[in-house]
């Protein structure tokens, strides 16, 4: 018997799932390939271990950018992994649906639905994130309602007006936490000349971000390298430099989100405004993110409980749902 799986694949993490099990995988989506052989020796977390500590020479690939496939093969590859981390063979398959940023193009979509048929999926259906994420949201998107989702992901972000078991309207920047991080490590580096690893930025901003400014005046001392010596040394970084690269993020969100309310239909547009935006992805979560967004949109935005998780919840549940959504999953692909 097939096995039914979710698989949510951002720029930054991936999370997989399984009718069977529930969610297996959450970890960054990397991939580590022996460029002798070819062949994948690891996928998520595990990945960055092998480079410098294996005898084989390993190059470790992200293969999505800002929310798109910037690499088939490595996509294909990165699916392989997962499927086999999940008991799946090329002989299981497996059922897939996976989520699709709004803003992918036909091309993206066809090239990651052929990457799971590649990998063994017997089945592919794409649902747009957005949708997902109310799915899991238990919103009612299949009543004359106006659902407002908006995702902020690693590398893109994405607003939808949910109606009648379909998009209405919908807006999507490909912009995201990867923007924060590359912000935060080029002031560093301006402001201290000092590299810092993707691990230590992630402790500033978990430390120190917060949209508003709440957190201004507090500090982080953190190790990272200099850029003249090589030398390893340690900063104090202020939560006011984090802050400024949070916010530039932000604010694209905001113009992002204006932009959808002014083409929603003014009875849809009425709903929003009484039942407000349900914010969701990775980035969500950060200190007065619905705060600020509210703030400028003039619109109530709610950040959802474990925003990270909700959209790999919906697919789940759409797992569950199929027979039933079949038609509305399709309209997505």
């Known amino acids: 018997m097939a096995l039914d799986v979710a698989i949510d694949i951002g720029t930054s993490r991936t999370r997989l799932a399984t009718s069977a099990q529930g969610i297996i995988f959450d970890e960054p989506t990397l991939v580590a390939i022996d460029t002798n052989e070819g062949s994948v020796l690891s996928v998520g977390a595990n990945a960055l271990d092998l480079v410098g500590r294996s005898a084989r020479p390993v190059i470790v690939y992200r293969p999505f950018a800002q929310g798109a496939t910037i690499d088939f093969d490595v996509t ?46 017997r089945d592919v259906t794409l649902i747009e994130a957005p949708l997902a994420a109310a799915i899991g949201l238990d919103l009612p998107i299949q009543e004359p309602l106006g659902s407002a989702v908006s995702v902020i992901g690693g590398g893109a972000s994405e607003i939808a007006i949910i109606s009648l078991g379909g998009i209405v309207t919908k807006d999507s920047r490909r912009v995201g936490g990867e923007d924060i991080n590359r912000t935060i490590a080029d002031a560093v580096r301006h402001q201290f000349g000092v590299v ?55 604010r694209a969100n905001a113009e992002m989100m204006q932009e959808c309310f002014r083409v929603t239909p003014p009875d849809l547009s009425q709903d929003v405004a009484n039942l407000g935006v349900s914010l969701v992805g990775g980035v969500a979560g950060m200190r007065q993110a619905g705060e600020y967004l509210a703030g400028q949109t003039g619109v109530t935005t709610r950040v959802a409980e474990s925003p990270d998780l909700v959209i790999i919840r919906g697919l789940q549940s759409c797992l569950e749902q199929m027979g039933q ?9």
Not at 90 to 104: C, G, I
């Open 76 to 121: 294909a590859r990165l699916l392989f992994g997962l499927f086999h981390r999940a008991g799946l063979s090329k002989m299981s398959r497996a059922r897939v649906v996976m989520s699709v940023p709004t803003l992918a193009t036909p091309i993206e979509r066809r090239a990651l639905r052929q990457a799971a048929t590649q990998a063994g999926a």
């Open 196 to 250: 810092l690893s993707p691990e230590i930025i992630e402790v500033l901003k978990l430390n120190l971000s917060s949209v508003l400014g709440a957190t201004n005046g507090k500090r982080e001392v953190v190790p990272g390298r200099s850029v003249e010596t090589g030398v390893p040394v340690e900063i104090e970084v202020d939560a006011s430099l984090v802050n400024a690269s949070v916010l530039s993020v932000m």
């Open 325 to 333: 959504l079949h038609a509305m999953f399709r309209g997505q692909d």
